[in-house]
């Protein structure tokens, strides 16, 4: 089994950036790819970006609200990646996840992930 733990969630206001980290523990050579998801109050959970390494390829995959503004980082080697978050706005107060993937490659779909950490409270004030 895999273990995640996210962190670096915080109070921030409009525009802000920040950083998010999630550390895998456990059967780590079973990682090929991981992904970050949102869920903010009342509304489902939201792909945000994801990442593969395949035949030493890494590979990246970013929802449309975010792309230009959010970064993926990170390599299986280290057991940890990290999403860098800019220019962040207030409909993006959300609990963040990190998961874990099915498979070695990048999904939107959160049915693909079969690891999740416990999620980071993120706040963005206006």
């Known amino acids: 089994q895999v273990q995640l733990v996210e962190s670096g969630g915080g109070l921030v206001q409009a525009g802000d950036s920040l950083r998010l980290s999630c550390a895998a523990s456990?059967?780590?050579?079973?990682?090929?790819?991981m992904g970050w998801f949102r869920q903010a109050p009342g509304k489902e959970r939201e792909f945000v970006a994801a990442?593969?390494?395949?035949?030493?390829?890494?590979?990246?995959d970013y929802g449309d609200s975010v792309k230009g503004r959010f970064t993926l980082s990170g390599d299986s080697a280290q057991n940890t990646v990290y999403l860098q978050r800019n220019s962040l706005r207030p409909e993006e107060t959300a609990v963040y996840y990190c998961a874990k993937s099915r498979t070695d490659w990048t999904s939107q779909a959160s049915d693909d992930y079969d690891a999740w950490g416990q999620g980071t409270q993120d706040a963005v004030s206006s």
């Open positions: 456990g059967r780590t050579d079973t990682i090929y790819a």
């Open positions: 990442v593969s390494w395949r035949r030493h390829i890494t590979y990246y």
